[in-house]
């Protein structure tokens, strides 16, 4: 099953009882992709950053999972002032902190490898041969298998991958960024200023090297399903999104789906791995039956004209 289950709210929005059940059912349902990182959910008043990892360590350990599943952690954006709500203090991507933040992981995960370790967000502020060698060194240790690149642009993510061609390091072959059905409109600047959204020159790059590009905010936060208390952000309010909801509402008829499941579905058609936050049974059981769908070719080139 080719897609990732989202953790940021494990053992804290999400408690243990129901953060063990999600992961039993998405394990048991053929998933095997656990995403995290080393700082959910800082944000949120009274936690540390600690709480996803810890939480997911103590499931792989009470069940004996780590051999069958893929373990992908982030470093890079924890704050290292307690209390810290905002990114200003974040720990950034030098070696020190590198290796620092791997240590935390592995030990909260309770694992001795990372199958995909990720830069959390790009720090312009250290060369990237730096964080790259650093990485590396994780690599020659054994301690990562895999080297992704979350919420960088795609002309950074290929002067890293040529530097790391140059020294013979561990290339990002993974990319992680904010990506969905629906498009804001162009030169849209995010609230949310340290997510970078896809682009059509990101998909290009991606088909042409074979970096495996992760997805999230794929569902935006239920946005899809209609809800009035679940509203698209304003910057989604434009003529190109009525015309994709009514293709997608469409498909979604066509198949006896859900818009969510179609949203899914187009991104797996895609090749893309869709990361799914489910925090209710309900959420994951939706996600696991998009993994069911085929859409036509007619029905995907209906989804992709519709702009």
């Known amino acids: 099953m080719r897609i990732a289950l989202g953790t940021i709210g494990f053992g804290t929005a999400v408690g243990m009882d129901d953060t063990f059940a999600l992961l039993d059912r998405f394990t048991e349902a053929g998933g095997t992709m656990i995403d995290t990182a080393n ?15 810890a939480a ?17 952690t982030k470093a890079g954006a924890r704050p290292t002032v307690p ?29 001795d490898y990372i199958d995909v370790y990720w830069s959390h967000i790009d720090d ?42 140059a020294h013979g390091w561990m290339p990002y072959t993974h990319l992680q960024l904010r990506h969905t059905y629906l498009r804001p409109r162009p030169l849209t600047h995010l609230a949310e200023s340290a997510h970078v959204l896809v682009t059509d020159e990101t998909l290009e790059h991606t088909a042409a090297t074979g970096v495996t590009l992760w997805a999230y905010n794929t569902l935006m936060s239920g946005s899809y399903t209609g809800r009035p208390d679940r509203p698209l952000p304003e910057s989604y309010d434009h003529p190109g999104t009525t015309r994709r909801l009514a293709a997608l509402s469409e498909v979604a008829g066509e198949l006896g789906a859900t818009p969510n499941q179609v949203v899914l579905a187009w991104l797996l058609a895609d090749g893309h791995v869709p ?9 994951l059981e939706e996600a696991i ?8 070719q007619d029905q995907k080139d209906r989804l992709d004209a519709a702009v």
């Open 39 to 53: 700082n959910y959910p800082f944000w949120v008043e009274g936690r540390t950053g600690d709480e996803s990892e």
């Open 289 to 296: 039956g998009a993994t069911a769908l085929t859409l036509s």
């Open 56 to 72: 997911i360590g103590a499931w792989l350990s009470a069940r004996s999972a780590r051999d069958r599943v893929v373990l992908s």
């Open 83 to 111: 209390g810290d709500r905002t990114l200003d203090s974040m720990e950034g991507l030098s070696a020190a902190a590198i290796a620092k933040a791997a240590e935390g992981s592995l030990r909260r995960l309770r694992t």
């Open 275 to 283: 990361i799914v936050g489910a925090t209710r049974m309900a959420q």
């Open 124 to 165: 312009a502020s250290v060369p990237l041969e730096e964080s790259l060698e650093a990485f590396n060194a994780l690599a020659k240790d054994g301690k990562i298998r895999g080297l992704g690149a979350s919420n960088m642009r795609a002309w950074r993510l290929e002067r890293a991958r040529n530097l790391s061609a």
